[in-house]
């Protein structure tokens, strides 16, 4: 297989399967591996960002309207630790009181 079949043949397997083959060539091109990499569900974008699978379930949208929620979205578990570590040092290096500073 030559390098446009190989084009063609990705071309027509990501429009099928929603899956897309890639080629990979040894550096002195003495063979060729191939493998085929997957599209992620939005619920294992969902996972992903750290949100619970039946986070969109009640909410009737499209799959490429939840791609682009995931997407834009903020990832909790990086989110939060980070927080906690602002909180941490603004009570350390400053002497306003965060929590008289909230508001009910």
């Not at 591996?33 to 909410?59: I, K, M, N």
Request: some cysteine.
């Amino acid at each position: 297989m030559d390098d446009r079949e190989r084009t063609d043949a990705s071309d027509n397997a990501e429009k099928d399967s929603g899956s897309v083959e890639l080629y990979a060539r040894s550096a002195d091109s003495s063979h060729t591996s191939e493998y085929v990499v997957r599209r992620l569900t939005p619920t294992e974008c969902a996972r992903l960002q750290g949100f619970p699978d039946d986070w969109c379930a009640d909410v009737p949208h499209s799959d490429s309207a939840e791609y682009k929620l995931w997407g834009n979205g903020i990832s909790l578990p990086v989110l939060l630790p980070m927080m906690k570590s602002m909180r941490n040092v603004l009570m350390r290096d400053s002497h306003i009181n965060i929590e008289e500073t909230q508001h009910e």
